[in-house]
């Protein structure tokens, strides 16, 4: 077990409607990560939180948005959604330090209809 | 930009042999590397990193890793193979002259052991 925690673990929706996904870190962590993990595109990092601000942003579409909030867990909320939004959506957290390793929770698998 | 290769899509090996997964990586400054293990519908597992000092690295389940800086290699090893380690492997780079936190993957490589 992470520690980590993604809820929910399925997500079944159609084309154009919204979803949120809740990630809680591990505890101690501030940093917080969303990976998205398709069959054509692999592991795609799309943004990083730390103690709730943004930190980076990687291959995160303008439809995706997420928040970390005081209690250091995070939403990733996407919008308009499309048939290709279909996938694996990670959260990992992290302890202070760049050589500290990523922890990852179990996923929320997100299908589109 | 840094980036990270596994060459092959699946190994297979005979239960007991030695096994290695391989993984090549690019960055402009000096890496921290970083291998990860999936099971079917669970998420990324640790493994093992490399940041600096011995090239030998080990790690979790009996795996370990040889850090090459001039072959820009960081090949996962095990010399016995079971089973249970059969999965999917990933390879993850930072490049920490970018101060980016976020690990770039490899495509993955599936490990298929033989009873």
């Known amino acids: 077990d992470s520690g980590v925690t993604q809820t929910p673990k399925h997500l079944i929706t159609a084309t154009g409607q919204r979803v949120t996904l809740r990630c809680s870190p591990r505890?101690?962590?501030?940093?917080v990560y969303w990976y998205q993990q398709s069959l054509d595109q692999g592991l795609q990092f799309l943004i990083q939180?730390?103690?709730?601000?943004?930190?980076a942003k990687g291959n995160i579409l303008e439809r995706f948005s997420a928040q970390q909030f005081p209690d250091l867990h995070s939403e990733l909320n996407l919008s308009s959604l499309e048939l290709g939004d279909s996938a694996l959506y990670f959260c990992?957290?992290?302890?202070?330090?760049?050589?500290?390793?990523?922890?990852f929770g179990d996923g929320t698998r997100l299908s589109i209809l | 930009a840094q980036s990270v290769a596994q060459p092959e899509d699946q190994v297979n090996v005979a239960e007991g042999n030695p096994l290695t997964v391989k993984c090549t990586y690019s960055?402009?400054?000096?890496?921290?590397l970083f291998w990860y293990v999936q099971y079917p519908n669970r998420g990324l597992q640790f493994l093992l990193k490399y940041i600096t000092g011995d090239n030998l690295v080990k790690g979790s389940y009996g795996f370990e890793a040889e850090f090459n800086k001039s072959q820009t290699s960081f090949h996962l090893k095990k010399p016995s193979a079971l089973v249970s380690d059969s999965a999917l492997y990933f390879c993850a780079v930072r490049d920490i002259s970018t101060g980016r936190r976020a690990l770039t993957f490899g495509s993955g490589t599936r490990l298929q052991v033989q009873p």
């Open positions: 505890s101690g962590d501030l940093s």
């Open positions: 960055v402009s400054g000096n890496p921290y």
């Open positions: 939180y730390y103690n709730g601000e943004e930190r």
């Open positions: 990992a957290s992290s302890a202070a330090g760049a050589n500290q390793p990523q922890h």
